[in-house]
Structure formats: structure tokens, C-alpha cells
């Protein structure tokens, strides 16, 4: 195995563009299991760690964008008015010193469906900017994941940033584990509202082969709020919207039965997260929206 | 059956005073704690010796099989590789070791019997080349039917797991694929039947629990120039080891030195032999020295696993609450290889009642072959397993009478006196009802605490933790309880002893003491016990600590509780007998100065002969002047017997514990998650000898019973008997938000046949815990839930 230690950027891209299987390692944090595992034995490891601007974040008008390497820590730490799906996820991610050197890039890479950021990603709205010799492109998330651990990089494409939109109304997750810390998701579930353009949009995790949004769901409740002028309103959300919410994200799971939980659990659970996370959120939006709320008046 | 007439069991002679600082019933600091936590402990890991080379170990990638050949050509062929040995490379005709009955082999000969079995073994000059080298082995294999439960094992045709069995169970067992079997039956069950007014019955399921210790097998092996070999190596019982590695290698045992290197737990896992043949091996062959070291992933397939249970329980009581009787079958899955099923069997099988008084009792318990991977030994085994089962009965068999679950327990509660299932009278404390009682009157902990930091709930609390699943909805907390019983030491007639060489001298101006044993300190503390002892019996503070090895006799395993009783015993008497040689020096030497030499109690404290009376008649510097006192000797508990093989009637358990818990959970009903709040225990002792410890021991024992409450669980496919989830990521074990509070309250009652009073604690904390637990989520959720580890499927009925 060859160890390539690029000094710059432009020195990765090449290195990268030479030879196209080099795996890109950064934190190590899943690279190095599936190394010590002996799952996988790369030809070549592609080491990002000397390149600063990877650790970097700007704060734009209307999105974040976050380096590739930017560890969950400083997520935590720095974003959390910014993205705080993104930051809820980043507490997910197993243990402290997992998370001060894990990142955001790395996940997107391995695009496991269990990695703890996608469904934060998926609900916030976000693109990946990915970068090769031959230039620059911005992925939508909704275009990233393509199967189980692949994505839409092409063979000589590095991971550079994450550009994640500001949140402009309240986001939540939530993740199943079958202990209280330091585990790999069972199931997942993200969901943001996005007062501004009047839409909510959610990510699953773990419950099918790749991340992915309830997008019957999303659509359900989007017209069951602009009918009910809720977002004006400010009404509570009646449990059978809640209800039939949860079910259509329930219904936009295909999960397997594994050895972390059964099919129908995870199906039966991203329902329950779906629920729960629609009423913190919404019940956040009425507390916070100064507009026209009817405090405790049911829709 | 005495030996060699060394002392059985002796009582203190000697009240030796507490003058001495850092005695017994002090909580001195062990000498391993700081560099554990600061990362500089030097784990069997850690070993380094110049020219070393790297062993690797090629497993099967099967459960069964027949092996049809295989081929070491292209692994040889490796640069960097100094050998690859297989079965046929073996140098003697003994290839086979097991604790009991020696049916495992060393390597694989004409098949595999489990997932994972060693098949052959590489030697390279770095760890990577010999995994590149040992993958490069091809193994044929031709598959064959996998045998899982006790269905496939017994079926008239079902294939023998060892063909040929001669050892001295395979007379009394229904099935050569059924490794031991012990009833225990006493009274009259059919007659009893009749006159109980409820009958409960249960059908319980035990999954298979890792040891998970956190330092992986691992050693370094020296060729020495005389042919022999200098094994340093993570064990529990050094001499065990010594006796099964030495006809493989055809070494006489003087040559096999073997010295305790730094163990990262053991809970059971190192009873049974690991990498130390195949070390041994490849060291000699190479003549160079060469380390082992598993990783994660072959730690779960180096060592055996707690034993998976099926138990299938009835009891019966009257309307006024007492138990009637009680019918129990436990079936308990050993695996491929025998390890220590057989005591497996007979602890489940004597202990199988739980600490009760019942008249009328018939259990069996039989311990399986299968081709599902090897169990063993594990803090508590048998008895773990069938306190899960009986404590759900009791709950049960409570709510039919309607009584209270805890005043049931205690109305039928073993004492002092009580006649044990196998006859034998409990002859030492036995305060159940008491410790019950303890555990009860705990303050709660407060409710919602999840909303006592302001407004937004502090999801810590709740559970799910961190990964944010529930702010309070659909969370209900539940209370359990349970009580157990587990023995102490080797049963069944085992010459059970241990040997402490003791010596005392003048260094520095100063009398000091050293103690060598071949004592695994394996992180339960007894080195800084050791000490404590010494201190408290010659009076002296300074104490050394000799590295345990084989150049003094066996110490027995550091398992059963047994530990601090038996070697701590040894550590007592050896001690004694210094003591007395030092007063006969003092009595020869100054004698004619103090009438006190000829008529008083003399002590030695704080340095000095004391009469018991308080009065200095000498300093030990000017008793012992140049003269070193060394004593090494044997010391053993009172015997036991083995049980009858039909009526399992015996005196065959030295001295019996308990504790008893309290668990207080948080129950997500909707999503099924589970937050153990608290976990309060009692337990009786009978003396602390280090009270710090003591406490640090039944916390962890605690935790380890809620590992495989809630989470843990070696899951093996039952079509084709391999571990699905070999790995840390899918292996769960406790964190410390999954740990919850634990309240000890420590009673001391001592135990008049044991050193000091003292009880042995090591497992009796992992018994209760687990089926607390289970009760507490029965009481959140009101499900039946008759297997553990609890899933969140189990929960929600998905």
C-alpha cells in the first residue's frame, strides 16, 4: 500500500486524478476500521490531513459551507444556530474522540446509509462540491447517493466542502441505537422546516440502501399545512396529519433485517421519530414565531 | 480429602491488631490503579523482545466440516515467513488440551467443529506479513450439517460432534452430543404438586454473553537455550496452563517457565488456553521469540462465551405463599468443545433453586455439544443463567398468590440451616430476606429527572441518550427486583488450594515483608490485598509483591469468587507460620529477658513483638537481625464432594454468596430503548477486606449483568453457526450513560470457616442484576419477556 501525503489541493487533485482508487483518509475514523478489519486493502491511501483550508468553514447569507474535514466537534461547538440538524447528528456520532476527527466529508464518501450526517444533510438541503482536475461541481444531495456505500464522485473527484443552507426555522433529529451512546444507528431521522419557502423536508437513515427523504411525506404534510394555514396560524398540528405523516415515512423506508434490527422495527420506528420530531419542531415554530400564533388553539 | 498435612481450612489461632497501617479492612490503593487509568500500564500486548517474530493464526471460515486438505506451499513461499505449522507439524502424540476433558485440538485434524477453530499457525517477521502469509493457506473444506440446538443434537442421526468419546462423563450421559447431565432431585415433587394451590410455569431463554475484556489474548514466547520455553502470557491461572501446554510441546513442565504478564480482565475468558501452544510452538520451531497478539475481531472467536440457556421452570406454592415445589430443565449450549461445561452444569443444575427453601425439588441440566461456538467459563456461570429463569418465576408466582413480589421472596427466603436442593445445610450466614429488605428500603430515585434542569428536558436523562429519541413521550418507569445465590470456589471435590511463599527480612534497617504467588491479578485487586494481609499479619509496612510466575506452586484460577478465600488464605497462613518462626527466633534469642516470651499472646505490630497486652518486648530489626524467615506453603478450604450422578445429593460447594438488587428503568414504550436509572444493591461480604474494592467489584458485577439485560449478545446464525457480529461496533457493552447509579450497601456477616469471615464477591452482583432489570421493564411495559438480552423488536412487538 502506497501512502500519498499531497501538500496542497491542487496536489491531491493530481494525485488523485494519477490514480483514480486512492482512498481519501482524513479523521481515519472509518478508513482505518475497515483497514484493521482487513474489509478492504486500498492500493493506494490518499492522505488529506496537511490540507488546512479542509478544516475551515465559512458562514454566506443563505448556507454554510463546510470543509470536508471540519471534525462534528467544532459543529457542535460553532454551528449549532447555523445547522442544528447537522449539530444534533454530529452529537450522534460515537464517542468524543471519534468526533474530534471525524467529519462530514467522510461520511459522504463512505455514503453508508448509517452514516449520522446524511439525514441532517437531507433535510437541511445541501451540495456537495466536488472537485477534480478537470474542475468544480456542485452535487444536490438528493443526487449524492446512488447505492449502498456509492455516490456520485467520479473516479478522479475529491470531496472539497459541503454547502449546507442556514436554517430558517426549526430542524431536529433523531437517531435509534440499541444503547445510549456510541452506537451505529439502527434508524435515523432527520426533518427541518423551512418557514421561508413554506416546505418541510426530511432524511431517513439506515432504513434503506441508500439516505434518503419521505418525499410522499414531505408532500403530504407541505399541502396539509398550506391548507390548514398553519404556517400563518401557527395552529397545533392535529394527530392524524401527525399521524399519517409518521406512516408515509414509515412507508418511504426499505429496510433489510440485520443484525442491529429487524425490517419491520426500523419501519415502525422511523414512524414514532417522524411523529415526535414534527411536534418538537412545529411546537418550536409556534413558540418562536412572533406572527400570528393562536397559542393552544387546535387547527 | 487432606493432603500432605497442610492445614484445612484453619481458623485464626491469632487476633493479630489493626495497630499496622494499611491492614486489612483498609481501602489502600492498588499499585496497577494510576498507570491503568494514565495509559501506561503494560499490557501482555505491550511485549517487545528484540528479533521477535510475529505468530498469526489461520481459523476456519466454517462452523462444520471435514477438511480435505490444505495447502501451506504459497504461505511458505513468503518472504519474511520463518514457519507455517499445521496439525501434522505437532510434536508429540498429545495434540488435544481442555481444562476437563482434553477434546480440543491444537489445530484442526480432518475437521472443524466451529466457526473460527484454528487450523494453522504462521510465524513472520512482521504482524502483517504473517496475516498476508496465513490468508495465502488454502483449506478445503466439505461442509457438513450444522448442529445448533438440542433438536439437531439428539436426533437419532445426528452426526457426533467427537466421534469416540472416552472421558468420565460419557457414561452417564443420554446422548454422546450431551457433554454432562446432573439432577438434583430431593422431596417428593408429584406430592407436593397436589397440595399447591398455584402453579407457574416458564419457558426462558438465555443468549450468549461475551466477557468483552478489553485487553485481547495475547503473550510472547522466548525459546531458551536448554530447549525450554519462557512464556509470559495474560492468563487466570498460570498452572492450569502449564499443565495442558506441556505435553503438546513434550516439554516436562520445569521447562515451560511461565511468568503473569499485564491482563486486561478475564471474567472467565482466560480459563481456557488461547494463543499459548501455538506461541509455544512456533518459538521452538523457529528458535526465536515470537508474540501473539489477537485483534478484536479474533478475540471473539479466541476465547469462549458465556453459555445460551434454555430453562424451562414450574413451581407451585400455597394460597398463604410458600413454595410447594419446584420441576427445572435447563439446557445449556457448550459448543463444540467441552471447556468447563461439566461445572457449567453442576452450578446451574445445585444452584438451579435460587436461595429459597423448597422441599421438593427436581432439576436437570444438561450441557450441549453443538457446533455453535465453545462456552465456558463466565462470572457466575450456571448460576447467572438459572437466577434469570427462577427470579421471573418468583414475579410470576407473587402476582398469582398476590402477594408482594419482594415480601414473597422474602417469606420463603433461605437462612442459616436451610437444607440446600443437594442436601447440604447452609452452614454460614445466609441474610436473603435481609438484603431484599435493604434493597428496598433505598430511597428512589426522584421521578422525571430528565425535567429537573429547567425547561428543556435534558435527554441524558431519558432513553436514547444523546441521540435525542424522546423528550418524555411515551416513557414509563418500572421497579424490579431480585435476589441469588452463587457458591465460592472450586466445587464438586475439587482439590481446591492455592500456595503463598511469605518471607520476611531486614532491609534498609527496616523489617519487611515479601509474598510471592502464582496469583493472576487480573484486575480484581489482589495484590493490593495481598499486601494488606501480609501488613496485618507480621506487622510490617513495607510489602513486595513478587510477579507471579511458576517457580512457586499453583495458586488455582482467579474465577469462583475464589481468589481473595483461597489464595488470600494461602497469603494468611503462610504469613502465620512466618510469624511463628519469628517468635521462636524472639524467644531464643530474648526469651530470658521478659517472662512475657513464655506466657503472653504476642502480636507483631507496627514493627515490633507485642505482648497482646500492648507491651514491646523486642524490634523485629534485632529479632531477625541478618536472618531471612521464608515459608512456602499449601493451603486449602474445607473439602467438598462431587454430587451423586442420579440424586445430585453432596456437600459439594465450600461456602455460598448473595446479593440482591434493586432496578429502577425508564422504559421508551413506543420505541422500545431502555434507561436502567438505577441499579442498588446489598450484598453480604462477610468482611471487607479492602472496602474500596469491594464496592468497585459489585458495581462492575452489576454492570456486566445489565450488559446482557439490555444489549449484549453474541448472535450466531442458527443455519449455518456462525458469529454474525464479532466486533465491538455490533457487540455492545455498557457506556457510562448506559450505567446507572449504583448504591451498594455492604453487610459484613462473617462466614466462621473462611479467612477472616470473609465471602467471596466477584459474581454474586452479576446473578441479581440481569433479572432485575428484566423485571423492572416487565413492570414498565407489562410484556412477559422471557429471554435476555432484551431487544427493542422484543419491546414493540415488531
Avoid at chain 1, 467529519?103 to 441532517?120: K, R
Avoid at chain 2, 481456557?272 to 475481531?297: E, W
Wanted: aromatic share 6%; hydrophobic share 40%; proline share 6%.
Amino acid at each position: 500500500m502506497d501512502f500519498l501525503r499531497p501538500a496542497s489541493w491542487e496536489e491531491a487533485l493530481a494525485a488523485k486524478a494519477e490514480h483514480p482508487t486512492a482512498v481519501p483518509i482524513a479523521g481515519g475514523t472509518d478508513v482505518m476500521v475497515e483497514i484493521n478489519f482487513d474489509h478492504r486493502r486500498p492500493e493506494y491511501l490518499l492522505d488529506l490531513n496537511r490540507i488546512g483550508d479542509l478544516y475551515e468553514w465559512e458562514v454566506g447569507a443563505d448556507s454554510v459551507r463546510l470543509g470536508a474535514s471540519v471534525p462534528y466537534t467544532r459543529i457542535m461547538e460553532n454551528l449549532r444556530g447555523e445547522l442544528p440538524g447537522l449539530s444534533l447528528a454530529s452529537h450522534t456520532v460515537a464517542s468524543p474522540q471519534i468526533r474530534n476527527r471525524g467529519g462530514v466529508g467522510g461520511n459522504l464518501g463512505t455514503a453508508s446509509p448509517a452514516g449520522d450526517a446524511h439525514p441532517a444533510l437531507l433535510a437541511a438541503g445541501a451540495e456537495v462540491e466536488a472537485e477534480s482536475v478537470r474542475g468544480t461541481r456542485l452535487i444536490p444531495i438528493d443526487e449524492f447517493y446512488t447505492g449502498v456505500k456509492r455516490n456520485a464522485l467520479a473516479p478522479d473527484e475529491l470531496i472539497r466542502a459541503v454547502h449546507i443552507k442556514k436554517a430558517d426555522g426549526p430542524q431536529q433529529y433523531s437517531k435509534v441505537g440499541t444503547r445510549n451512546a456510541m452506537v451505529i444507528a439502527v434508524c435515523a431521522f432527520g426533518l427541518a422546516l423551512h418557514p421561508a419557502t413554506r416546505t418541510v423536508r426530511t432524511g431517513i437513515g439506515s432504513a434503506a440502501p441508500t439516505p434518503v427523504r419521505a418525499k410522499a411525506a414531505e408532500e403530504f404534510l407541505n399541502a396539509a399545512l398550506d391548507e390548514g394555514g398553519f404556517w400563518d396560524n401557527g395552529r397545533i398540528i392535529t394527530p392524524s396529519v401527525a399521524k399519517q405523516f409518521a406512516d408515509l415515512c414509515s412507508a418511504a423506508c426499505n429496510p433489510i433485517d440485520d443484525v442491529r434490527g429487524t425490517a419491520s422495527y426500523r419501519r415502525h420506528a422511523v414512524g414514532i421519530m417522524a411523529r415526535r420530531t414534527l411536534t418538537w419542531t412545529w411546537e418550536s415554530y409556534r413558540g418562536t414565531d412572533g406572527r400570528s400564533i393562536e397559542k393552544g388553539s387546535v387547527a | 480429602m487432606p493432603v500432605k498435612g497442610t492445614p484445612i481450612g484453619t481458623p485464626t489461632k491469632v487476633t493479630q491488631g489493626s495497630k499496622t497501617k494499611g491492614g486489612i479492612g483498609e481501602s489502600t490503593l492498588r499499585p496497577d490503579g494510576t498507570l491503568k487509568v494514565t495509559g501506561e500500564f503494560a499490557y501482555s500486548s505491550d511485549m517487545w523482545h528484540e528479533d521477535m517474530l510475529w505468530g498469526q493464526i489461520l481459523r476456519s471460515t466454517v462452523a462444520h466440516a471435514e477438511i480435505v486438505s490444505i495447502d501451506t506451499v504459497e504461505a511458505l513461499k513468503t518472504p519474511g515467513v520463518y514457519a507455517v505449522m499445521t496439525y501434522d507439524d505437532l510434536p508429540t502424540d498429545v495434540k488435544n488440551y481442555g481444562l476437563e476433558i482434553q477434546d480440543t485440538p491444537v489445530l484442526a485434524h480432518g475437521k472443524v467443529r466451529h466457526h473460527g477453530e484454528p487450523v494453522a499457525i504462521v510465524a513472520a517477521d512482521h504482524p502483517e506479513t504473517a496475516r498476508r502469509a496465513a490468508a495465502k493457506i488454502k483449506v478445503e473444506y466439505r461442509e457438513l450439517p450444522v448442529i445448533t440446538d438440542e433438536l439437531s443434537a439428539t436426533a437419532p442421526d445426528a452426526i457426533l460432534i467427537h466421534e469416540g468419546r472416552d472421558d468420565h462423563h460419557i457414561g452417564h450421559v443420554p446422548h454422546p452430543n450431551i457433554v454432562h447431565r446432573q439432577p438434583i432431585i430431593r422431596g417428593d415433587v408429584a406430592a407436593a404438586r397436589e397440595r399447591a394451590d398455584f402453579i407457574v410455569e416458564g419457558e426462558y431463554t438465555f443468549g450468549m454473553q461475551d466477557q468483552a475484556f478489553l485487553g485481547p489474548e495475547s503473550g510472547l514466547a522466548v525459546p531458551a537455550e536448554d530447549g525450554g520455553v519462557d512464556l509470559y502470557i495474560a492468563t487466570q491461572w498460570l498452572h492450569s496452563d502449564l499443565r495442558q501446554i506441556a505435553p503438546v510441546l513434550g516439554l516436562p513442565e520445569d521447562k515451560v517457565r511461565m511468568t503473569l504478564s499485564g491482563v486486561g480482565g478475564a471474567f472467565g475468558g482466560r480459563e481456557d488456553l488461547s494463543m499459548q501452544i501455538h506461541a509455544c510452538l512456533l518459538a521452538l520451531r523457529t528458535g526465536k521469540p515470537v508474540k501473539i497478539v489477537y485483534n478484536r475481531f479474533e478475540s471473539f472467536f479466541g476465547h469462549v462465551h458465556r453459555h445460551p440457556a434454555k430453562l424451562y421452570y414450574e413451581h407451585g406454592a400455597t394460597k398463604d405463599g410458600k413454595l410447594t415445589h419446584l420441576k427445572a430443565r435447563i439446557v445449556l449450549d457448550g459448543g463444540a468443545y467441552a471447556s468447563a461445561s461439566p461445572a457449567v452444569v453442576g452450578n446451574a443444575s445445585s444452584l438451579g433453586a435460587g436461595p429459597y427453601v423448597i422441599d421438593n425439588v427436581d432439576i436437570e441440566a444438561i450441557a450441549l455439544y453443538t457446533n455453535n461456538p465453545p462456552c465456558g467459563a463466565m462470572r457466575g456461570f450456571g448460576a447467572v443463567q438459572a437466577c434469570f429463569a427462577y427470579e421471573a418465576q418468583m414475579d410470576k408466582l407473587a402476582d398469582k398468590v398476590g402477594m408482594d413480589r419482594v415480601a414473597f421472596r422474602q417469606l420463603n427466603a433461605m437462612e442459616q440451616g436451610t437444607v440446600m436442593p443437594t442436601g447440604q445445610v447452609v452452614d454460614s450466614p445466609a441474610p436473603v430476606a435481609e438484603l431484599l429488605r435493604r434493597v428496598k428500603a433505598m430511597p428512589m430515585p426522584p421521578e422525571q429527572q430528565w425535567l429537573a434542569a429547567g425547561e428543556a428536558a435534558d435527554v441524558r436523562q431519558l432513553p436514547g441518550g444523546l441521540s435525542n429519541t424522546t423528550h418524555g413521550e411515551g416513557v414509563v418507569r418500572g421497579v424490579g427486583y431480585a435476589v441469588g445465590i452463587k457458591n465460592v470456589g472450586f466445587s464438586e471435590g475439587f482439590d481446591d488450594y492455592s500456595t503463598a511463599k511469605v518471607r520476611m527480612e531486614v532491609v534498609g534497617g527496616e523489617a519487611v515483608a515479601t509474598v510471592h504467588t502464582a496469583m493472576a491479578e487480573v484486575g480484581q485487586g489482589g495484590v493490593t490485598v495481598h499486601a494488606q494481609i501480609a501488613r496485618t499479619e507480621l506487622g510490617v509496612t513495607q510489602v513486595t509483591i513478587n510477579p507471579a510466575d511458576t517457580q512457586v506452586g499453583s495458586a488455582g484460577s482467579t474465577s469462583a469468587s475464589r481468589q481473595t478465600y483461597v489464595t488470600g488464605g494461602a497469603v494468611k497462613n503462610s504469613c502465620e507460620l512466618v510469624r511463628e518462626k519469628v517468635l521462636e527466633m524472639g524467644r531464643r534469642k530474648l526469651g530470658t529477658y521478659h517472662p512475657a516470651w513464655a506466657t503472653a499472646e504476642l502480636l507483631l505490630e507496627g514493627g515490633k513483638i507485642v505482648t497482646d497486652a500492648g507491651e514491646v518486648l523486642a524490634d523485629l530489626v534485632d529479632v531477625l537481625e541478618g536472618e531471612a524467615v521464608e515459608i512456602e506453603a499449601e493451603w486449602r478450604h474445607r473439602p467438598t464432594e462431587a454430587f451423586d450422578l442420579r440424586t445430585g445429593q453432596g456437600f459439594g460447594h465450600v461456602q455460598y454468596t448473595f446479593a440482591a438488587h434493586r432496578a429502577v428503568v425508564e422504559v421508551d414504550t413506543e420505541l422500545g430503548l431502555v434507561k436502567v436509572i438505577e441499579l442498588a444493591c446489598a450484598q453480604d461480604v462477610g468482611k471487607a477486606l479492602n472496602p474500596l474494592s469491594v464496592i468497585g467489584q459489585i458495581q462492575g458485577g452489576t454492570t456486566q449483568g445489565l450488559g446482557i439485560a439490555v444489549m449484549e449478545e453474541i448472535i450466531v446464525d442458527p443455519k449455518t453457526a456462525k458469529v454474525r457480529n464479532p466486533s465491538f461496533t455490533d457487540y455492545l457493552i455498557p457506556t457510562i450513560l448506559d450505567t446507572p447509579t449504583i448504591p451498594v450497601d455492604v453487610l459484613e456477616l462473617a462466614d466462621e470457616h473462611a479467612p477472616y469471615g470473609l465471602r467471596g464477591i466477584g459474581e454474586a452482583p452479576t446473578l441479581s442484576s440481569t433479572p432485575a432489570v428484566l423485571a423492572a421493564i416487565r413492570n414498565a411495559t407489562g410484556l412477559e419477556l422471557n429471554r435476555t438480552p432484551v431487544r427493542p423488536e422484543h419491546l414493540t412487538g415488531t
